[in-house]
């Protein structure tokens, strides 16, 4: 483990902190307690690279003996760096939420309205994509969630979750579009236009290649209280591990929701 903690970028400035002597000290003692001097020797934002670091690290090691699968430094590296970044969007979701009870509100004239959210099962690698269509008066259009497995982030689901609403958006044929989503970081690569080399950039690009058919579209940041119907959809589908595909509806364990938002004023 030592050499592939050594070759992660990422953890440069944790390794200066606990030298390679020390942890040789530590290493004949038992690993909790080498594990609570660890934490002890680094503030909080090294603290939490550090655990992140370990944790991907361990999977790694998991996915070689049992898939037989291997990744190099730089890569787990890669994964450590976009895990924090979407660790802090979180966060930063999270306050503005506590800040902002904004509703949801209907899009203007011809323009559909479509919300998305991804909710992500860490011990299965699994996830949900719902996706919610409604039009200026409210009226939902079609209401639609999908299960997919071996996703490997909270980070990847919700750039899953994108890519279904706007394969939803496309197939429909619908020309005037505005994709509505609670992850800031996947609002903001969907509104570049260069290449996104992130660990999501395969899903941004198939999103970018699929909003050449569309005449009018825009992605918008939304809190999680304007983007309720889609979140309790995802989570509550993921939970019971139903699909499902509605017409003018919603499940019956998100119709509350579904009429709290119809009675929203327009943007």
Known sequence: MN?????????????????????????SEDFVQWLTWALEQLNPNQS???CCALWAIWGD????????IVSNGIEVANFVSNYIIELTGLE????EIMKENKRWTHPQWDSIKINFD??????QNRSASSVVARDSDGKILLSCLEIHNGVPSAFATEAIACQKAVQ?????????LIFEGDS????????KKDQDRSMVGAYIYDIQQKMLEVKNIRFLHTPRSANNLAHILATESLRRGEEFYLEM????????????DELSEPD
């Open 184 to 191: 800031l970081a996947i609002i903001k690569k969907c509104n």
């Open 48 to 50: 939490r690279l550090f």
């Open 3 to 27: 050499h592939l903690f050594r070759d992660c970028a990422v953890t440069r400035e944790v390794w200066k902190t606990l030298s390679f002597q020390n942890i040789m000290m530590y290493q």
């Open 61 to 68: 090691r998991n996915r070689n003996i049992h898939e037989g």
């Open 168 to 176: 939803v958006g496309v197939d429909h044929g619908w020309q005037a």
């Open 92 to 95: 930063q979701r999270s306050s």
């Open 249 to 260: 509806g919603v499940p019956d364990y998100a119709e509350t929701q579904a009429r709290h």
């Open 118 to 123: 991804g909710a992500y099962n860490q011990f």
